[in-house]
């Protein structure tokens, strides 16, 4: 656009420095008058003709100013798309980072809770462990105190029986006395 500006510029300058080699041709001749009438008309045809060219010049330019205004225009419009897409980029990131961060929370979670299960069947284990021995140790308390209870019934039977063996001796001393 402003090439054709200034190649019309140069056009007009162009005819400008025509009409000036005209108007100096035309004082040269020597019929003035009818030489000047028709210079007139030319004159007045490429006044009219530059005049045209200059409105369709100021056309172009406001064209031209138009078309500025709209790229303008634009180039904002794609700033702050831009700016917007940055900011959409950047929210993105920042949930996927915060994603990651879930991701590893739950991770260390699910360990927890495999390293508790492990511990729980542990302590369950310990638990029917110390069952069994509960258990155990009741049957060996009930058969201390079942061998108990024999001894102590061997020991009423033989001091028993010594009381009678005894009694059985004064007997036979009382016998052998009398």
């Known amino acids: 656009m402003i090439d054709q500006f200034n190649s019309i510029r140069a056009k007009i ?3 400008v420095a025509d009409i000036l080699i005209l108007s100096q041709y035309v004082e040269g001749i020597e019929n003035r008058d009818k030489v000047s009438l028709e210079n007139e008309k030319k004159l007045s045809e490429k006044a009219r003709t530059i005049s045209l060219k200059e409105l369709d010049l100021k056309k172009e ?9 709209e790229i303008s225009e634009y180039s904002q419009k794609l700033v702050r798309r831009e700016n917007s897409t940055l900011k959409k980029e950047d929210e993105t990131k920042k949930s996927f980072e915060a994603l990651e961060r879930l991701k590893i929370e739950i991770a260390k979670r699910e360990i927890a809770v495999m390293d508790n299960e492990q ?6 284990k310990e638990r029917d ?7 155990d140790l009741e049957i ?3 058969k201390a105190e079942k ?3 024999l001894s102590r019934e061997r020991k009423e039977m033989l001091d028993e029986r010594e009381r009678k063996i005894k009694l059985k ?4 001393v009382k016998r052998l006395n009398a």
Request: hydrophobic share 30%.
């Open 129 to 135: 462990d110390v069952d069994q021995r509960k258990n």
């Open 119 to 124: 511990a729980r069947n542990e302590i369950n």
């Open 169 to 172: 001796e004064k007997l036979l």
């Open 13 to 15: 300058e162009n005819l």
């Open 140 to 142: 060996m308390e009930s």
């Open 147 to 149: 061998e108990r209870l």
């Open 61 to 69: 330019k406001e064209g031209i100013k138009k078309a500025q205004d």
